[in-house]
């Protein structure tokens, strides 16, 4: 089991965000958790990576107890995240946003070449733009920055904070596919995406969200059945990017 979490609760000051929440990543899964907006599905990932504070429960990272950890500790040990929003930096240049990827693990520049060819085998548009300042990058080319410089990290568990969000069907469908590769290099990647059925055709195992419980959990493909749940708690698609 690479990541286990247990009665996760977490909290922005007075508001409790989690309550409770459990879930399980096996090694080289890729499991979706689903919800609408303020199910707490960010706050999750951002409870892992020790960026919200946890009041009580668990996180076990490939055996060990991480909970509460500085979050530069959490991530030199194998976690990358692609948050919401991209946070890419403006101001630098594609191939030096991507190197930054690199600095959460020891120096390997055999390594760093190796990954830096598979990001833009992955995503041309990169190589093509390499030179040029992330700002001046559509939204799209900036969500293919934002993975592509976690993977520079090499990681063993990569977290995705809505990479769908905001961007045009076109775009989301080339995004989805790149997260298939991903997949099948054997990152084991736990998927936060408010776009249900994308995630459920990626994804082997999906958690449904809301107001910061988890009300449910099954295979991927038995959750497409289940038209109610996800109607009653993922809502729309994305807007144009």
Do not use: C, W
Not at 66 to 83: E, F
């Amino acid at each position: 089991m690479i990541l286990k979490i247990e009665d996760l609760v977490s909290s922005y000051g007075v508001i409790r965000a989690l309550k409770g929440v459990s879930l399980e990543v096996k090694e080289g899964e890729l499991v979706s958790l689903l919800g609408a907006n303020g199910a707490g599905k960010s706050t999750l990932l951002k409870s892992i990576i020790g960026m919200v504070k946890i009041n009580s429960g668990h996180i076990r990272y490939e055996g060990k107890e991480i909970t509460g950890l500085p979050a530069s500790r959490i991530i030199n040990n194998g976690i990358s995240i692609v948050p919401e929003g991209r946070k890419i930096f403006a101001d630098m240049s594609v191939a030096d946003n991507l190197e930054l990827g690199s600095f959460s693990r020891k120096p390997d520049k055999a390594l760093d070449k190796q990954i830096l060819e598979t990001v833009y085998e992955f995503f041309p548009r990169l190589y093509e733009r390499r030179n040029q300042m992330g700002g001046l990058l559509s939204g799209g080319e900036q969500q293919m920055l934002a993975i592509g410089r976690a993977m520079m990290s090499n990681p063993r568990l990569l977290l995705m904070d809505e990479p769908s969000m905001g961007l045009a069907p076109l775009v989301v469908e080339e995004v989805f596919a790149v997260i298939r590769k991903l997949k099948a290099t054997g990152v084991t990647i736990l998927l936060v995406e408010q776009n249900a059925s994308m995630a459920l055709e990626v994804s082997d195992r999906a958690y449904v969200l809301s107001t910061g419980n988890i009300v449910d959990q099954d295979t991927s493909e038995n959750m497409k059945k289940k038209n109610s749940l996800v109607e009653a708690y993922l809502g729309g698609g994305n807007k144009e990017d």
